[in-house]
């Protein structure tokens, strides 16, 4: 490397730091002290509130906790806590819940299920919620516009019908930014959602209103869409866990208008969770029925005998430089899995991931949906009106939205570099891995910003949005907190459909290093 190339780096890097501190003393000092999401008022609700959905399902079975009071429980935590998370579009759906759960517990009472009833229903009586953007019959369905406010959608996406299917019990939506199309949930309808650790600061986006709920011990699980790290920007914020399926895994039908038909698109639904152990459970809900023989999700995995490689950065100059609280996750990852397994977790170096942004960007032009005419509920947006009705303050549309409106008139990626640069990332990352390898992979070069940040700082994503490129499986697995108390994490990532491999080293990671830290103190 030259010396004036090696200056150029040094330079950017100092630009980045210098920006980033006086984003974060600019707006921590604009937006007030820290504060975090209220504690539950009992031990008895905070041992119910933070379960995994899996226990909480093992335990209404065996008639050791009524699906009634768990739902209460749920809803009544929504009450109180939405006030300062400001996280729920509609919902809590209190009256028809806990009906619902009371015809659970009396049939579980009565003995109805048989044993292969109970196996069908992995789920009885648990309750959980999804995105304002995935489809629930007879609820709100927004995506955020103001001009859709009063719009309730007529069916179940499939997600959502394939969970009811298995005995959940869906108790509230929740927030995203305009169409899906940001990372951090904001919209003009309802304003922004606040992270449960510092609530100051983002959930991002799109997923995030989700995942402030399920961080925050609002609901059993939730379920997540992501086409550019929308499952994993918040889960990462939030502290929880959260998956991105292979392409392909599950049906979209239902979610932001998709049909499920869809051959070419890199959004994917999947599972956001507090605990490791619930993603693989769900996934087995959701999966496409011919890919249950693809995906053996019931297979086991033995993490010891995986090989397990690591990228140090993404090599984009727009992104944040990693800070060293991040950097020593990925080496404390990298020691326990050499211990774990005699071997060197290795260096990997992949090809054109300087571009991840370029690429994620020319792929969304590739994307069935017509984002514009989205954000219009089915009009064309003129970008240029738009930005001056905002400037104006009488526009209907968040600045993020604004951005994308603007991002749609410049000049295209070049389309033969991208897709050479796209092919030859993933054939080199798919020979790296093949059948048994795992990549541990950096969310993010920082942890959650404060509200507002990514209008002016907004590509670190990009360590996200590259498996979207891929098409991918990547988890996303909390790792602690920072010094300012904000959650961790880093990105496991597999080959297409071996999703199992991911889910498996995310337990290991869960058992490990704890896992999700709860955003309040847990009474004992």
């Keep these: 490397m030259s010396f004036w190339k090696i200056l150029l780096e040094a330079l950017l890097t100092l630009v980045h730091i210098i920006t980033d501190r006086l984003l974060e003393f600019g707006l921590g000092w604009y937006l007030g ?108 369905h927004t995506l955020g516009l103001l001009a859709r406010k009063d719009v309730r959608a007529t069916n179940d996406a499939e997600c959502v019908r394939l969970m009811k299917q298995s005995g959940a019990i869906i108790i509230a939506t929740s927030n995203v930014p305009e169409v899906n199309k940001w990372i951090e949930s904001r919209n003009m309808l309802i304003g922004g959602t606040n992270n449960p650790y510092d609530l100051r600061r983002s959930v991002g986006g799109s997923s995030g209103g989700e995942a402030a709920l399920i961080s925050a011990c609002c609901t059993g699980f939730g379920l997540g869409t992501d086409i550019g790290g929308s499952i994993r920007i918040p889960a990462f914020n939030c502290g929880i866990f959260g998956h991105k399926p292979s392409s392909g895994a599950i049906n979209m039908a239902g979610c932001t208008f998709r049909t499920g038909k869809e051959q070419e698109t890199m959004v994917c639904a999947g599972p956001m969770t507090r605990h490791a152990s619930d ?75 300087q571009l991840t942004g370029k690429m994620w960007r020319y792929w969304m032009t590739q994307e069935p949906a017509n984002f514009n005419q989205l954000l219009g509920n089915g009009v064309e947006l003129n970008p240029f009106v738009e930005l001056f009705k905002k400037l104006l303050g009488q526009g209907e549309y968040s600045m993020a939205a604004i951005y994308s409106l603007l991002d749609s008139i410049l000049p295209k990626e070049n389309e033969a570099l991208m897709r050479k640069a796209t092919k030859k990332c993933k054939a080199a990352l798919q020979e790296l891995l093949g059948e048994n390898g795992v990549l541990i992979f950096h969310s993010s070069p920082r942890t959650a910003p404060f509200h507002y940040y990514p209008l002016v700082k907004f590509m670190d994503f990009s360590y996200f949005s590259l498996f979207n490129v891929l098409r991918l499986p990547a988890t996303q697995v909390p790792m602690g907190l920072d010094a300012q108390g904000m959650p961790l994490g880093i990105q496991v990532v597999s080959n297409h459909n071996n999703d199992r491999l991911c889910l498996a080293v995310a337990e290991e990671l869960e058992r490990a290093f704890g896992g999700w830290v709860a955003p309040f103190p847990l009474k004992r």
């Design 33 to 140: 002290p820290h504060k975090r999401v209220a504690t539950p008022p009992n031990v008895d609700q905070q041992v119910i509130l933070t379960k995994s959905a899996v226990e909480l399902a093992k335990q209404i079975r065996e008639r050791k906790l009524k699906s009634y009071d768990i739902v209460k429980a749920y809803c009544d935590r929504i009450e109180i806590v939405n006030r300062e998370l400001n996280a729920v579009v509609d919902g809590p759906f209190v009256k028809e819940a806990l009906e619902q759960a009371s015809v659970i517990d009396a049939q579980l009472a009565a003995n109805h299920y048989t044993d292969d009833q109970l196996l069908a229903l992995p789920f009885l009586g648990v309750p959980f919620t999804t995105k304002d953007s995935t489809s629930v019959a007879g609820k709100l």
């Design 279 to 353: 993603l693989r459970p769900i996934m087995k809900v959701l999966l496409e029925p011919a890919l249950h023989s693809v995906l053996k999700l019931d297979e086991q995995v033995d993490v010891k005998s995986l090989r397990y490689f690591y990228v140090p950065s993404i090599g984009m100059r727009q992104c944040n430089p990693i800070n060293r609280e991040t950097e020593r996750i990925m080496y404390n990852v990298r020691k326990h899995l050499e211990s774990l397994t005699g071997k060197e977790v290795r260096l990997a170096k992949l090809p054109e991931t």
